[in-house]
């Protein structure tokens, strides 16, 4: 599908945009002057030098935020404060700060402070602080955007586009029309009631609970995988 009239980037750019995103943060845009001053004292930005050694590859599971060739971890950079990046929100766990390559205005990324190169990799209580804050986030968003809605996205591993491996959650604010992603338009299938599907239902139930338990069939608490 084509990009909308209001765009001129080529459809390849829009949507290969969450592949591309964030490889190297960008230094921040030189301050406005008039009416748009107040918006630089409400996103503060870290100056750092420029982006030498940092890789999108991914990192240590060890927390360093390096990969085997001693390169960094752009995320563990911009948390330590060494990479440049506009910080909207930061508690002890996270941190919000907007994407450098957006999809639309107020693309934003969520990240743990810790490093953590997958969704399955972070503790679950990291997942919940980062959950718990989306709420206030993309309304925040929302509202300073004047969009219509939004997309809370995860990109988990490299064939679902993740570039960054370390744990991040994508608030992305939607427009009617912006044409974002060219499978919002396709037709969608009905689910098959056959035994393709029921096998599928059992092979996930075998995994998310342990079979001698039989008082766990309908608990909503799974064992750990």
């Known amino acids: 599908m084509s990009p909308p009239a209001s765009s001129g980037?080529?459809?390849?750019?829009?949507?290969?945009?969450?592949?591309?995103?964030?490889?190297?943060?960008?230094?921040?845009p030189a301050?406005?002057?008039g009416n748009h001053h107040h918006h630089h004292h409400d996103l503060r930005v870290r100056e750092a030098e420029g982006t030498g050694g940092l890789a999108a590859s991914p990192c240590a599971a060890d927390g360093s935020g390096e990969t085997s060739g001693g390169q960094r971890c752009v995320f563990c950079e911009i948390v330590k404060g060494n990479k440049p990046a506009y910080k909207l929100y930061?508690?002890?766990?996270?941190?919000?700060?907007?994407?450098?390559?957006p999809l639309s205005?107020?693309?934003?990324?969520?990240?743990?402070?810790?490093?953590?190169?997958?969704?399955?990799?972070?503790?679950?209580s990291v997942i919940a602080a980062i959950c718990c804050k989306l709420p206030l986030?993309?309304?925040?968003?929302?509202k300073a955007t004047q969009c219509d809605a939004f997309n809370v996205l995860v990109n988990n591993g490299k064939v679902a586009g993740q570039v960054i491996f370390h744990t991040h959650v994508h608030i992305i604010p939607r427009r009617k029309g912006d044409n974002l992603?060219?499978?919002?338009?396709?037709?969608?299938?009905?689910?098959?009631?056959?035994q393709e599907t029921k096998n599928l239902v059992s092979g996930i139930k075998e995994l998310l609970f342990p079979p001698q338990d039989d008082?766990?069939?309908?608990?909503?608490?799974?064992?750990?995988?």
Request: with cysteine; aromatic share 4%.
């Open 9 to 28: 980037a080529p459809v390849q750019e829009r949507r290969l945009g969450v592949l591309l995103s964030h490889l190297r943060p960008c230094a921040p």
């Open 31 to 33: 301050a406005r002057r």
């Open 90 to 101: 930061e508690d002890d766990v996270c941190l919000c700060i907007l994407d450098t390559k």
């Open 105 to 124: 205005t107020g693309h934003s990324l969520i990240i743990p402070k810790r490093h953590f190169p997958s969704l399955q990799a972070t503790p679950p």
């Open 137 to 142: 986030l993309s309304s925040a968003i929302v």
């Open 181 to 194: 992603w060219s499978s919002e338009t396709y037709e969608r299938n009905s689910i098959k009631h056959n």
């Open 215 to 225: 008082s766990a069939e309908g608990s909503t608490i799974p064992k750990e995988l």
